[in-house]
């Protein structure tokens, strides 16, 4: 007997304030940004909301629309998604030049290091990561969510000099490109 397909996850709800021009604070939008499955609907899903190109920013201009790109952080940004990974599904070993602060907001995830060590996370709780080499897997039989905001930070330079670099995405080919 085949096992059932997940159900995925609802579209997450982006309601976005700003300013009018007499200074009065206003919603500048209320809506759910679009489902954005580069890798094909079994594997990894993302909703990204937000990033701008350096920090600090400007509360008074609008990022870009970034519906369709891999989510990928300026190196001094910032940027905020979610990423839902699917029962089974696993996103490749990888290194951002950032710092990243996440929660898992639906099911759970095992991290695991470049060194052979894994966490398992779940709803409710986070990770502060920084700049490791690391991939995402979801051994569970639920969908799961997380909550990501992602600060452009320095590469890290070891005690030998040598510089860790960036390896997200480095094998995949952008859809949106």
């Known amino acids: 007997m085949s096992q059932p397909i997940p159900t995925p996850l609802p579209c997450p709800r982006l309601v976005v304030t ?18 954005f499955q580069p890798f094909g609907p ?6 990204l909301f937000h990033s701008r190109l350096t920090v600090p920013v400007s509360n ?12 990928r952080c300026p190196p001094q940004g910032v940027l905020f998604c979610t990423t839902d990974i699917m029962p089974g599904g696993k996103a490749q070993m990888h290194r951002t ?5 996440i929660a898992v907001i639906a099911g759970e995830i095992v991290l695991r290091l470049d060194g052979g060590e894994e966490k398992t996370v779940r709803a409710g709780e986070f990770i502060v990561q920084g700049g490791v080499n690391h ?23 070891l005690e030998d000099g040598r510089e860790l670099e960036d390896s997200a995405f480095k094998n995949v080919k952008d859809p949106s490109v």
């Open 18 to 35: 700003t300013y009018a021009q007499d200074g009065t604070s206003i919603f500048a939008s209320d809506d759910h940004p679009p489902t």
């Open 42 to 47: 079994n594997t990894t899903a993302f909703h």
């Open 60 to 71: 008074t201009s609008y990022p870009p629309n970034l519906s369709t790109t891999l989510p």
């Open 97 to 101: 030049l950032s710092l990243d602060y």
């Open 135 to 157: 991939e995402w897997i979801n051994r569970s039989e639920g969908v799961c969510r997380l909550m990501v905001v992602m600060v452009g930070a320095e590469k890290v330079v």
